[in-house]
C-alpha cells in the first residue's frame, strides 16, 4: 500500500511532535478514549463548515428531486398510475449524483486537515493512530450523513402529500431505499476516507468524486451485470423501481422492484472489510 509521507513518519517523530505539544496534551502512549476522539472530529467538522457545505449538496439534490414544475405537479396529482415509484427513481437519481460527490468532499476536507496541520502524528501521541483516527472520521461524518439522508428522501415525500397526492403511499420502499443509501453513503466515504488519507493532494480525491457521481448517474442506464461490477454503480444497484412498459411509443410505468440484494451486501461486505484492512495497516505503521 502506497502511503503518504505524513503517514509513515517514524516513532520517533511522533515522540518528538508529542513532546511539543502542550500541556494540553496527553502524555505519549496514552490512548485517547473513542468517544472523545469521535468529539474531536465533530469539532473539527464544525470548524471545517461541514455542516453548511452538507446543506448545500443537500439543497442541489432536494431542488432536482422536489415537484417544482408545474408539469412535475401534474404528474404527481393527475396520473392513472401511481406516481410514487416515478418520485422515488428522481429521488434515486438525485441520490446517485450527489451522493458520490458530497461524501468525497466531506472526507477530503476532514482529512486534509490532518496532512496540512500535522494531525497524523499529533494524534497518535494521543493513542490515536492513523486508522483508528479514519474510523472515528468515518463515525463522525456518518452522523452528518444520517440527517442529510434521511431528508433527501423524506422532504420529496412531504412534499407530495403536502401538494395533495392522491395515490397511497407503500412506506416499505422508501424506508429500504433511505436505510440502503445511508450504508452505501457510510461504506463509500470510508473509501474516500482510505484515498484521502493516502494521498497529499485532495484534488485527487474530490477529482474522483467528480467523476464518481456521472458514473453512477450513467449506471442507471447500464445493464445491471455492468452497474455491478463499477463500485459507483452501486447507487443505481439500490434504486427499487425499475421501468415496465414500451419506452418508445410512451406506453410505460415505473413501478416498484426489489434492488438484487446479494449483489448489495456483497459489494457493501467487501468494502466495509476493505476499510477495516486498510485502517488495521495505517494503525501498524506508526508502531
Known amino acids: 500500500m502506497t502511503t503518504s509521507p505524513s503517514l509513515s513518519a517514524s516513532p520517533g517523530a511522533v515522540g518528538a511532535v508529542g513532546a511539543g505539544a502542550g500541556a494540553g496534551a496527553l502524555a505519549v502512549g496514552t490512548r485517547l478514549p473513542w468517544t472523545t476522539a469521535v468529539r474531536l472530529e465533530v469539532a473539527k467538522m464544525r470548524r471545517l463548515r461541514l455542516w453548511p457545505l452538507s446543506l448545500a449538496l443537500l439543497g442541489v439534490s432536494l431542488a432536482l428531486s422536489l415537484p417544482l414544475s408545474a408539469s412535475a405537479r401534474d404528474n404527481l396529482l393527475n396520473t392513472v398510475t401511481d406516481p ?4 422515488l427513481l428522481l429521488v434515486s437519481m438525485t441520490a446517485a449524483l450527489v451522493s458520490p460527490l ?7 476536507r476532514l482529512v486534509d486537515v490532518e496532512h496540512t496541520g500535522g494531525g497524523w502524528n499529533l494524534s497518535a501521541t494521543m493513542g490515536l493512530t492513523p486508522g483508528r483516527l479514519c474510523r472515528a472520521k468515518l463515525t463522525a461524518l456518518a452522523g452528518v450523513l444520517a440527517p442529510v439522508v434521511g431528508l433527501q428522501v423524506a422532504v420529496p415525500v ?7 397526492a392522491t395515490w397511497a403511499l407503500d412506506l416499505a420502499p422508501w424506508l429500504t431505499y433511505a436505510v440502503s443509501l445511508f450504508v452505501l453513503d457510510v461504506v463509500a466515504c470510508g473509501l474516500y476516507l482510505l ?3 493516502l494521498v497529499d493532494n485532495q484534488i485527487i480525491c474530490v477529482g474522483v468524486g467528480f467523476l464518481g457521481s456521472f458514473i453512477s448517474l450513467f449506471a442507471l442506464l447500464m445493464p445491471p451485470w455492468l452497474a455491478h461490477v463499477v463500485p459507483w454503480g452501486y447507487w443505481a444497484a439500490i434504486t427499487p423501481t425499475a421501468t415496465s412498459g414500451d419506452l418508445s411509443d410512451g406506453t410505460y410505468q415505473v413501478i416498484y422492484q426489489d434492488p438484487s440484494w446479494p449483489w448489495v451486501i456483497g459489494f457493501l461486505l467487501l468494502a466495509a472489510a ?9 494503525d501498524r505503521i506508526e508502531r
Do not use: D, K
Not at 410514487?84 to 418520485?87: A, E, I, M, N, V
Open 195 to 197: 484515498l484521502a488519507a
Open 158 to 164: 412531504l412534499a407530495g402529500q403536502m401538494l395533495g
Open 274 to 282: 476493505i476499510f477495516a484492512v486498510a485502517t488495521a495497516r495505517l
Open 84 to 87: 410514487w415509484p416515478s418520485q
Open 102 to 108: 458530497l461524501v468525497s468532499v466531506l472526507a477530503s
